[in-house]
C-alpha cells in the first residue's frame, strides 16, 4: 500500500476539511470541489487507481480496511470478484464532527463520492455511494463486465 | 471519506487549485481556516498565553506526530520543528506538492496570534525542507509579525498545474 500512516490520528482534520469544503463551495462552486476530491482519487492515489485500470483492486481493499480500522469505524467490508461493497454504519469523520459540536456541509460526503470516481475514473469498474441516514453509508465498487481489460 | 491521516494531502490539492486563481486566493483561505481554528484556540490563547499556546502545540505536538520542541521563556514561546509531517506527507505524495504549501502555516496562525495581542517572527527556513521557527511574543509597539520566506524559485513563478 503506497501510504500507511501509523502512530497519533489528529481527527480534528475532519473540522478543517469540512470548512474547507464549505468555504470552497460558497467561493467557486460545487463543481469545482467535486473536481478537487476527483483529482485526489486520481493523482494522491495514483497507484490505488493504476491497480484499478490494470484490473486488480487489491490496494483499494487494503486501504479501505487500513484506514477505516485505523479511525475506528463501525464497518464491514465484501470482498468478491467483482464487487466490493463498504458499509458504514457510522462515520468517524461525521462522529468526530458532532463531538466538536460542527454540522456537518451539505457537501461533506462529497468527498467519499467524487474520490471514489476519481479512484475510478477510466478504469473499468465503476462506483456508488448510497447515503442511508447520518454518517452511515454504503460504498460500492463494481467491475464493469463489458470493460474487462 | 479522506482519512485524517491524509487530510494534508488534499489540502495540497486545495492550494494548487487556488494558486492560480485571481486575487488573493490563497490568503483568504488561510484566514477562513484561521477563523476555524479560533474554535479550538482562541478563549485558551486569550486567557492563558503563552502558556496556552505551549499546552495547544505540545497537544499538536503528540496528535500530529511532529518532530519538535517547544521552550516557554517569560518572554516568548519558540517552537522549532525540525520533522514536519504535513510537509513530508506531501513531499511523499503522488501528485507532487503545491509550490507554496509552507506558506498556509503563518497564513491561518498569525491573524489568529494578533487577534489574541500576540506577534510573531515565523522562518520558514526552506520550501523542501520539514523544518521552520516560530517565536511568539507579545505585541509591542514597533515590532510586527514578520516572515522569513524563501522566494520560489523562477522555474516555479507560475503555479502548479
Known amino acids: 500500500m503506497r501510504y500507511r500512516e501509523t502512530g497519533e490520528l489528529h481527527k480534528d482534520f475532519h473540522g478543517a476539511l469540512n470548512t474547507t469544503v464549505d468555504y470552497v463551495v460558497k467561493t467557486y462552486g460545487r463543481e469545482a470541489l467535486r473536481e478537487i476530491f476527483r483529482r485526489v482519487g486520481r493523482d494522491v492515489y495514483r497507484s490505488i487507481h493504476a491497480g484499478l485500470q490494470a484490473g486488480d483492486p487489491a490496494e483499494l481493499v487494503e486501504h479501505l480496511r487500513y484506514f477505516y480500522t485505523r479511525e475506528q469505524a463501525d464497518f464491514t467490508l465484501t470482498v468478491g470478484p467483482d464487487a466490493i461493497v463498504l458499509d458504514v454504519f457510522e462515520c468517524p469523520a461525521v462522529a468526530h464532527l458532532r463531538r466538536l459540536g460542527i454540522t456537518p456541509s451539505p457537501c461533506f460526503c462529497d468527498q467519499t463520492v467524487e474520490v471514489n470516481a476519481g479512484l475510478c475514473e477510466d478504469t473499468p469498474w465503476t462506483t456508488t455511494t448510497e447515503r442511508l441516514g447520518p454518517g452511515r453509508c454504503r460504498q460500492c465498487f463494481t467491475r464493469g463486465k463489458d470493460r474487462q481489460p | ?161
Not at chain 2, 44 to 58: A, D, N, P, S, T
Not at chain 2, 116 to 135: H, I, K, M, S
Request: hydrophobic share 35%.
Open chain 2, 1 to 161: 471519506m479522506i482519512p485524517s491521516d491524509h487530510f494534508v494531502r488534499f489540502y495540497n490539492e486545495v492550494f494548487k487549485f487556488l494558486d492560480g486563481r485571481p486575487g488573493d486566493a490563497l490568503g483568504d483561505y488561510y484566514r477562513e481556516i484561521s477563523r476555524h481554528q479560533e474554535r479550538h484556540v482562541l478563549q485558551l490563547f486569550r486567557e492563558k498565553g503563552l502558556q496556552g499556546m505551549y499546552e495547544y502545540w505540545e497537544h499538536i505536538r503528540i496528535e500530529e506526530n511532529c518532530g519538535m520542541t517547544l521552550d516557554l521563556r517569560a518572554d516568548c514561546l519558540v517552537l522549532t520543528m525540525h520533522a514536519c509531517p504535513s510537509l513530508a506527507k506531501v513531499t511523499d505524495n503522488d501528485a507532487g506538492p503545491c509550490r507554496k504549501y509552507c506558506d498556509h502555516c503563518p497564513g491561518w496562525v498569525i491573524p489568529l496570534l494578533e487577534k489574541t495581542g500576540f506577534t510573531c517572527e515565523y522562518n520558514l527556513v526552506d520550501r523542501a525542507l520539514p523544518q521552520c521557527q516560530l517565536t511568539i511574543f507579545p505585541a509591542a509597539a514597533g515590532r510586527p509579525s514578520r516572515v522569513f520566506l524563501q522566494p520560489l524559485p523562477p522555474n516555479e513563478e507560475k503555479p502548479t498545474p
